[in-house]
C-alpha cells in the first residue's frame, strides 16, 4: 500500500504505459495511483483511457486526477516526471530561433540551444517539484524522472532540490536492440555494459554466452545495409572513438561539432526516412503530428483494445521495474543517471552519469565502473561542461553563464561566432520569457536596449532536410503514417 504521484501526465501515452507497468505487478493491486498536469483536458483523457483499463483487468486501484501538484504529491512515495515545461509553442522556439541562424538541431532537447533554453524553463519546475515534495511527501520520497534534458534535470534535483532523483531514459535499451540486429540476435541473448552521460553513453562490453562481440561490431553494422544507410554518425563515431554510442544517429549528429556544421554536407549523414535519422526539426514536426492525431482520434483509442495487465505485458522502461525491487526486494538490473559519486573515474564527481545499477530491497546500488575510454570521457566531458554551466544558469538566472553555456555548446560553437551567439540568446530569452521566471529582470533590459542595438542579420535558412508537416488530412492519405499513429494511439 504505497501512493505513485505522475506529473505531467497529461502525457497520455507514456502515463498509460507507466501505470501498466506499475500494475503488472501483482502485489501492487492495491497502490494510489495520482495524476497531476496543467492540462485539464488532457488529464481526463488519461483518466478516461486508465479507467478503461481498470475496469478491463479487475482492477480496485484508486486513482486521482488533479490540477493541483501537491494534492497529487501528499504522501507519495514516488514521484514519476514527465513534464515538458512550455509545450510545443516553446519546444518550436527551441527548434526554429538556433536554425534562422543556421544553427540546424534534428531533435533539440538535451544539448544544443534547444536542450540548453529546456533546461532554463525545466530546471526551476522541477526545483518547485521538490519544494512540495520536501514538505508534503512521503519522508523517503524519490523522483524517478523522464523529462529531458534528463542529465541537467536531475543534476538540479539531487544538488539543489534536495530529493534523491534517478534520471531515467530508454536509450540503452533501443542500442542493445539495434546492436542485436546487427548480430541477428533476439536482444535477450546480449549482455550490455553501457557508461556515460545521457545520450554519450557508450556499450563497453557485448557478452553472448560469455563471450566478447565489441570488437565485431562494426563490420556487422557496415555488412548491415539498412543499419549503413541510417547510422552513418554512429558508425563514424565508432570507427573513430572504438565504441558504440547509444542514441540515434540524429540526437547524436547534434550533440558533437562535426556532422552539422556545414549546411550543404549535412544530408550526407543523415537519412529521412524517420525523423530519428536526423531530419531538421524532425522530433518537433514528429510531436506535432502525434498530438494533432492523438487529439482527433482519442474516440478511436478508447475504442481499441484496454490494455492487459499481466507480468509477461510489463514493458521495458525502468521506472515500474525499479519500484517492484525496491518495494518487494526482487533484484532489477538496469541502466541509471545518478550523481556519479565516482562511479566513473575520469569524469567529474558532481556530474549525472549513466552507469549500470542493481535495485534491490536495500535500495539503487551503482557499481564503480572506474575509468571511461579516455576518447569517449573527453566527449562526455565537452557536454558536461555546458549542462553544468546552464544548471548554474537556470538556478541562479545568471545570464552570463547561460550565454557562455551556449558558447561552450559544440555545435553552436561549430556554427556561430560569439556576437551570433549572444543576439540568440537573448532573442531565445525574449520569445521564451514567459516560461523563464528567473530571467525577468535580465528580460526587461534586454527589450530595454533592443532598439539601440545594431542587429546582426539572419541567416535565410530553413533546415537543410526540413520536411513539412502534414495536416490531419494529409496524415489521413498517408496510409503509413497512418498507421504508425494508429498503432501508437492503441498500444502506447
Known sequence: MFKVAIIGAGSIGFTREI??????????????????DISEANLEMSRQLLEKDFKANGMKTRLITTTNRREAFKDAKYVFNFVR????????????????????QCVGDTLGPGGIMYGQRGIPAILDFCRDIREVAHPDCMILNYTNPNAMITWAANQYGKVPT??????????????AKAFDVDWKELDVVCVGINHQT??????????????????????????AREEKVRIDMLKRFGYLSTESNGHLS???????????????????????LGESGGYLRHCTERRNWFETEFPEWMAGDAYTYSKDNQ??????????????????????????????????????????????????????????????ASVCNVSISVQRLAVEAAVHGDVQLLKQAMMMDPLTGAVLNPHE????????????????????????????????????????YKGAARLHTKTIEELKADENTMKRYNKAAHNN
Not at 534517478?166 to 546492436?179: D, S, T
Open 19 to 36: 501505470v501498466k507497468d506499475l500494475l503488472c505487478v501483482p502485489e501492487f493491486a492495491d497502490i494510489t495511483v495520482a495524476l497531476t
Open 202 to 227: 557508450w556499450y563497453t562490453s557485448i557478452l553472448k554466452d560469455g563471450v566478447e562481440l565489441k570488437d565485431q561490431l562494426l563490420e556487422r553494422m557496415e555488412a548491415n545495409e539498412d543499419i
Open 85 to 104: 515545461v512550455g509545450m510545443l509553442e516553446a519546444f518550436a522556439m527551441d527548434v526554429d530561433i538556433p536554425m534562422s541562424y543556421g544553427v540546424d
Open 421 to 460: 551567439i549572444w543576439q540568440m540568446t537573448d532573442d531565445m530569452l525574449v520569445a521564451e520569457k514567459d516560461w523563464l521566471p528567473q530571467y525577468d529582470e535580465t528580460v526587461k533590459s534586454i527589450e530595454a536596449n533592443m532598439e539601440n542595438l545594431i542587429r546582426i542579420p539572419l541567416k535565410d
Open 315 to 376: 514493458g521495458i522502461e525502468h521506472g515500474a521495474h525499479i519500484v517492484e525491487a525496491l518495494e518487494t526486494g526482487r533484484i532489477y538490473r538496469g541502466h541509471f543517471n545518478v550523481v556519479n559519486h565516482g562511479a566513473i573515474t575520469n569524469l567529474p564527481q558532481d556530474a549525472v552519469v549513466e552507469v549500470p545499477g542493481y535495485v534491490d530491497a536495500t535500495g539503487v546500488n551503482i557499481p564503480v565502473y572506474g575509468e571511461l575510454p579516455l576518447g569517449c
Open 254 to 276: 547534434e550533440y558533437l561539432p562535426w556532422y552539422r556544421k556545414r549546411v550543404d554536407e549535412i544530408v550526407d549523414w543523415i537519412d529521412l526516412d524517420r525523423w530519428i
Open 166 to 179: 534517478i534520471g531515467l531514459c530508454h536509450g540503452v535499451q533501443n542500442g542493445h536492440k539495434l546492436i
